[in-house]
């Protein structure tokens, strides 16, 4: 079995067919997606068009449960609300929270929350890795030796004692962005690139693969500068905020 895990494409339809492409040259079995899939002011249709032409399972996110909302004060958010269909709004509402197999728990944020970092703190002084103990207790109810999370957005790799191993593939479509609660604070990749994972058994042992993926960013770039986005324009030029 060799699986690709993707995550949090949030509409960036060029950087999503970058992945696909590279994924269809490394026999991977199966394709997983964990998330965050239309959100953001890029090209959700197109987007929904790829993912459902393509055999891929996928969770949801917390940026795709705001988007069965009526209305937003968020212009992104309504921007994305404005173009859905009933077919793309029952899609999102069918989603499931998590998806299990026998050696794999995928989810998009946490085992219970849709928000909350599985592999990461936030502090006053930045972004931290949380305590061993304090990450064994969010997943201590999940039989699966590998456990993948998004949400992040940061490419990460955590063993734990108990020999479970917990995944971020990082984010296909957007590599830096900024929050203001609970505090001021920023996540960034440091690069332009799509980011996903690649896991495959070898002889017994899991061998894990972080690839980041090179691709044409003009037009998202235009497409966020024309939403009013410059915090997105400057995220998927560079990976920073």
Request: glycine share 4%; hydrophobic share 35%; charged share 20%.
């Amino acid at each position: 079995m060799k699986i690709a895990v993707i995550s949090d494409i949030h509409g960036n339809k060029d950087a999503l067919k970058a992945v696909l492409e590279d994924i269809k040259y490394r026999s991977i079995d199966k394709i997983y997606n964990l998330g965050d899939t239309l959100y953001g002011p890029l090209f959700p249709l197109e987007t929904y068009e790829m993912i459902k032409s393509t055999d891929i399972k996928s969770v949801s996110g917390n940026c795709d449960r705001i988007l069965l909302q009526s209305s937003s004060e968020n212009p992104t958010v309504q921007y994305v609300i404005d173009v859905l269909s009933e077919e793309h709004k029952s899609w999102l509402m069918n989603l499931p929270f998590s998806i299990q197999t026998d050696d794999f728990y995928f989810c998009h944020a946490s085992p219970e929350n849709d928000e909350l970092y599985m592999l990461n703190e936030i502090t006053p002084n930045g972004v931290t890795l949380k305590q061993t103990e304090e990450i064994m207790n969010l997943v201590k109810d999940i039989p699966q030796h590998i456990i993948f999370c998004g949400h992040t957005h940061l490419p990460t790799i955590v063993y734990l004692p108990n020999n479970k191993i917990i995944i971020n593939p990082g984010s296909v479509g957007l590599p830096a962005y900024e929050e203001a609660e609970p505090f001021y604070y920023k996540i960034e990749s440091g690069s332009p690139f799509a980011n996903y994972t690649v896991v495959e058994k070898r002889s017994g042992e899991w061998i894990i693969e972080q690839l980041s993926i090179s691709y044409d960013t003009t037009e998202v770039i235009i497409q966020s500068e024309g939403q009013n986005r410059s915090d997105w324009a400057r995220a998927l030029k560079c990976g920073r905020v």
